[in-house]
Nanobody
Framework: QVQLVESGGGLVQPGGSLRLSCAASASAFRLWAMGWYRQAVGNQRELDATISSGDGMLKNYPKSMKGRFTISRDNDKKTVYLQMNSLNSEDTAVYYC?????????WGQGTQVTVSS
């Protein structure tokens, strides 16, 4: 099993950037596909980005995130990142990391991102 711990959230001004990190405890981290999701108050959880297992060659972003968000992984550090640029108030949410391997899905506890002046 894997445990995930997100970090890097906080308060940022509109137009600013943040990099979220998700550290995993799994010894076979590279086998897990990883993803970032967000959940704003009153909304359902929605996808920000996914990255494939192994070298992470395959990345997927919703159209609304393309060009602003970049997902990456460092298998040596067992960490996945989400670089977020040009943030606006609609990006305010709790951001969750997840790991997927076969039929197993694991979620982290989330990190709050607040975009406000």
């Amino acid at each position: 099993q894997v445990q995930l711990v997100e970090s890097g959230g906080g308060l940022v001004q509109p137009g600013g950037s943040l990099r979220l990190s998700c550290a995993a405890s799994a010894s076979a981290f590279r086998l897990w596909a990883m993803g970032w999701y967000r959940q704003a108050v009153g909304n359902q959880r929605e996808l920000d980005a996914t990255i494939s297992s192994g070298d992470g060659m395959l990345k997927n972003y919703p159209k609304s995130m393309k060009g602003r968000f970049t997902i990456s992984r460092d298998n040596d550090k067992k960490t996945v990142y989400l670089q977020m640029n040009s943030l606006n108030s609609e990006d305010t949410a709790v951001y969750y990391c997840n790991a997927v391997l076969g039929g197993t899905v694991v979620w982290g506890q989330g990190t709050q991102v607040t975009v406000s002046s």
